[in-house]
Structures are given as structure tokens and as C-alpha cells.
């Protein structure tokens, strides 16, 4: 068996919420192709017609109507942020300086990943949130006036930063946000790309509160690079594949896996770089390569962050040690993704050692395949059907449904290729 052809992938989950709610701000319709049709963008997209915006698929094509400057009206349902951190953290940003009550409720998951991060500095800026249980969902949302904050994140976290960008919107005065590293910079692209004033300095992000509605856009999101390193994983690892990758989104922010596998010596090139809204957008073509172990540290963390299982299956298959320091992040991902992922390998025969901020692996060691526990988590899931394509036996996934989070078909792309 070898990976063969060319695919397209779902567009940016991150880009597709960003660009619904930010749509909902401007002074007209913004049309949005190729949005990520996973259930996590469906989330913000209710969510949204729950505040009153109107949304309307045109033949693929998403239309929302935004409502300028005060577009959100009263919610008669409390929010329901399923399984979405991306949409509970910044729906929390975006609503509070508006006018109405919103209850924020989320699934078993959500309920447990910590949202003071979010409501702390929403709350210094004036935010009326209150949490029934200290740190969690349900949490609930008077927005009112809100003055604006000058506030140094203990972490690098585009979810928390893109919160409190979106607060500042509608606050007094301008809002900065410094980091102590990169995080993702899609809300800072799209919000430049739609007329918001926005000044970057190094890590330091600041935004002026709008004046005028944002500017409707047109845009065709580009390809998800975390669903693509699903796919330049499988190339690398099943013997003899040749895959080309097009139109995935390589904002140099979302990255790293890509240097990190090219460090480990994977054949990844790419070409036909474009650029749309501020976002890096190129085809890449993946080889089957001879891989070594390598090291990733705590600064490279927040922009491979979503790949790190995917080093984990990588560093079973390479020769020699690969270390992952600093992840403590993923512990309150989907699921505890280091036990997750530890787990998972350990069961099928990898050399794998939790750490409490990450995990190391020695290779190359045969997987055996066989049952998977995913923990609910897309993530997991994904990458144990990827390893399934080199294990022993055929994976037995405990829940094939969260894949369904960010890349519905997923599991049919991957057989289609492996086919050929
Ligand atoms: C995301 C940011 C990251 C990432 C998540 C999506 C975003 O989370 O893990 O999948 O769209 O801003 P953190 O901001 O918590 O690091």
C-alpha cells in the first residue's frame, strides 16, 4: 500500500469561527467558501443565529449578514458551546460588551477545561461574568461597558488573546495583549483584513476600540494545516507515497509540525504560495521519508500544539529519542491529550514515557494496532487511524463520531488515498 493523488482539505477550523463572528460585525454580507464543515464551526455558527445574526448556506457558499457595531440581540436558548473551546472563549469575548444575558453551557469535556483564563481578564476590563463552579462552564454573561486592559497572558493562548482582542473592540480606550511566545495570529490577520485599527509590536497586540461596522469580505478559507498533518504524516510513513496537499493554509504561526518533521528529515516541499486575508496559503507535496528523533521545546509549543500526537506516532517510526518539553497545554485539550496519546501508543507496543509536560519515545518500534481509545477527542482519533495505516492489525476506534469535530469524511479520504 502506498498514499498516492491529491486532496483538498476543510477549511481552518480557527479561521472559519473567526471569520462567522467577526462577519457578524460588518457593515454588510460576507461571503465564506470553503468554510470547515466539522460540527466545532456548526457550534459558532448556532451560536450566533441564537444572538440574532442571520447565516445562510448559498450552494457552499456562507452568507452572513452582519449587523454593524450592536448586531446581537437577546439569546432565548443558553449558548451550547458543545465540545468547543475555540467558540466558548471567544463568543465570551466577543459578546460582553454587548447589551444582552447569555448563558455559556457546554458538553461533558468543555465542562471541565478551565475558562477563568478567559473570564479573569474579561472581568478586569469590567465583564459581569459569573461562574457557577469557580473555573467551568456553565458560566453566565451580562455585557455592559467595558474599559480597556493592558494584560500579560501567563501563556501563550490565541484563544484567550483572541477574547480579549475582541472585548477591546467595544471598550474605552485601546486594549494590548502581550505574550511569552507566538500564539496563532489569525484574529489579529482578519481583523486587520476587515478595517479594525490594530497595532502589533513583537508579541504585544493592540487593538482600538471600532468606530465604524468592520468591513463585510469575501473569503475562501484556506485548507486546515492541522487536518493536512494528518496527511503529511501518512506520507511520511507508509512506504512508497508521493502526495501533493493543495491550497492549505501555512501562516507561518500554525507551522512548526512542518519545520519539526523537516528537522526529523521528511521530504515536505512546497509551492504556489498565495496570500488571502492576510493568510499564507501554499500546495505541499509529501514523500515517504527516513525520519530521526528530535527535540521540541517549551517556545515551539503554541504553534505545533494541535500536531503533538502526531510527534508522538512520528517518533515511534524514527531512529532514536524524540522529546516533547513544555506541553503542559495539552492536558486541558478535548482530553488530556499527553495521557491520551501516552496510552494509546503505550497499548500498541511503543517505548513511550508520560512526563507531567510531555512525553519522550524512542524508535523505531513495530506497532501492534488493535483497539484505540480515543477519549472522545478528534485528535486521538485521528492519529490512531493514521498509525492504523502501519500497524499490525486493523484499528478498533472506541468512537468513530468525533471526527466529525473538525473534519467530517475523514476516515474516507484517508482509505480513498491509501487505494489507489
Ligand atoms: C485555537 C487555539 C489553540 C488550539 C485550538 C484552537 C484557536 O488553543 O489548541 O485547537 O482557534 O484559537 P489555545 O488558545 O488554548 O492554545
Request: charged share 20%; aromatic share 4%.
Amino acid at each position: 500500500m502506498a498514499l498516492q493523488g491529491e486532496i483538498k482539505l476543510p477549511g481552518d477550523k480557527s479561521i472559519s469561527h473567526r471569520a462567522l463572528m467577526f462577519s457578524a460585525l460588518g457593515d454588510g454580507v460576507s461571503r465564506l467558501d470553503n468554510l470547515n464543515p466539522g460540527v466545532d464551526v456548526r457550534t459558532t455558527w448556532e451560536a450566533l443565529i441564537n444572538c440574532g445574526i442571520q447565516i445562510e448556506d448559498k450552494n457552499g457558499a456562507v452568507h452572513v449578514q452582519g449587523g454593524g457595531l450592536r448586531p446581537f440581540q437577546q439569546p432565548e436558548r443558553a449558548l451550547n458551546c458543545g465540545n468547543s473551546g475555540t467558540t466558548a472563549r471567544l463568543m465570551l469575548g466577543l459578546l460582553a460588551a454587548h447589551p444582552i444575558h447569555v448563558q455559556f453551557i457546554g458538553d461533558h469535556s468543555l465542562s471541565r477545561r478551565p475558562m477563568d483564563r478567559v473570564f479573569r481578564p474579561l472581568q478586569q476590563m469590567g465583564a459581569n461574568v459569573s461562574a457557577q463552579e469557580r473555573k467551568f462552564l456553565p458560566l453566565m454573561l451580562s455585557g455592559r461597558g467595558l474599559w480597556a486592559l493592558e494584560y500579560r497572558l501567563p501563556y501563550a493562548s490565541a484563544q484567550v488573546k483572541s477574547a480579549i482582542l475582541l472585548a477591546g473592540l467595544h471598550a474605552r480606550g485601546s486594549t494590548t495583549v502581550k505574550s511569552p511566545a507566538y500564539s496563532r495570529d489569525h484574529t489579529e490577520q482578519l481583523l486587520k483584513a476587515m478595517g479594525a485599527k490594530l497595532k502589533i509590536n513583537g508579541r504585544a497586540v493592540s487593538v482600538s476600540p471600532l468606530t465604524k461596522p468592520l468591513q463585510a469580505i469575501d473569503f475562501s478559507i484556506p485548507g486546515d494545516f492541522s487536518a493536512a498533518a494528518f496527511f503529511i504524516t501518512a506520507g511520511l510513513l507508509v512506504p512508497d507515497s508521493d502526495l501533493v496537499i493543495r491550497q492549505v493554509g501555512v501562516n507561518p504561526t500554525r507551522i512548526a509540525f512542518l519545520h519539526a518533521v523537516q528537522e526529523m528529515g521528511a521530504q515536505v516541499t512546497i509551492a504556489n504560495r498565495n496570500e488571502i486575508h492576510g493568510e499564507a496559503v501554499a500546495d505541499l507535496r509529501v514523500r515517504t521519508s527516513a525520519l530521526k528523533g528530535i527535540t521540541i521545546h517549551p517556545e515551539q509549543i503554541a504553534n505545533l500544539i494541535d500536531e503533538l500526537p502526531l510527534i508522538a506516532l512520528l517518533g515511534s517510526q524514527a531512529t532514536g529519542e524524540t522529546v516533547v518539553n513544555g506541553a503542559e497545554e495539552l492536558r486541558v485539550k478535548e482530553s488530556d491529550r499527553i495521557t491520551s496519546i501516552v496510552n494509546n501508543m503505550l497499548g500498541w507496543g511503543a517505548k513511550i514515557f508520560e512526563r507531567p509536560d510531555g512525553f519522550s519515545i524512542e524508535g523505531p518500534t513495530p506497532l501492534s494496532g488493535g483497539i484505540v481509545t480515543t477519549y472522545g477527542d478528534h485528535r486521538i482519533a485521528m492519529t490512531m487511524s493514521v498509525a492504523g495505516l502501519i500497524s499490525e492489525q486493523t484499528p478498533v476506534l472506541d468512537n468513530t463520531k468525533c471526527i466529525d469535530i473538525s473534519h467530517p469524511g475523514f476516515l474516507d479520504e484517508l482509505r480513498d488515498l491509501s487505494d489507489k
